[in-house]
């Protein structure tokens, strides 16, 4: 299994970037895939998680409404929108699976036995 992350770069406070995640090795489409980020000096928080059909989906509170997980499982591909960025979301994307945990609400890396190299994402204020 492999996952490799990829679309992050330099964008100004406001902008939008588009992650993407290439997932390869699955035998089926039965994972849910999550994307965490970590800030320089900053633990790895989850950000964003997307069940197998897609139909569920989660945010942590500090994206929801500016952030969007798709993902299209015929090309074994994921995507998180992100709109409206600012400093606070710069950091080391990564992506992530099989399985989505919430632990108090927030997402945690506990169900997550594949990881994908990061992708760095820099918001310039």
């Known amino acids: 299994v492999q996952l490799q992350a990829s679309g992050g770069g330099l964008v100004q406070s406001g902008g939008s970037l588009r992650l993407s995640c290439a997932a390869s090795?699955?035998?089926?489409?039965?994972?849910?895939v999550g994307w965490f980020r970590q800030a320089p000096g900053k633990e790895r928080e989850g950000v964003s998680c997307?069940?197998?059909?897609?139909?569920?989906?989660y945010y942590a509170d500090s994206v929801q409404g500016r952030f969007t997980i798709s993902r299209d499982n015929a090309k074994k591909m994921v995507y998180l929108q992100m709109d409206s960025l600012n400093p606070d979301d710069a950091g080391v994307y990564y992506c992530?699976?099989?399985?989505?945990?919430?632990?108090?609400?927030?997402?945690?890396?506990?169900?997550?036995?594949?990881w994908g190299k990061g992708t760095l994402v820099t918001v310039s204020s």
């Open positions: 992530a699976a099989p399985t989505c945990i919430r632990s108090d609400g927030t997402l945690v890396d506990h169900g997550m036995k594949y």
């Open positions: 090795g699955f035998t089926s489409d039965s994972y849910a």
């Open positions: 997307i069940s197998p059909s897609g139909n569920i989906t």
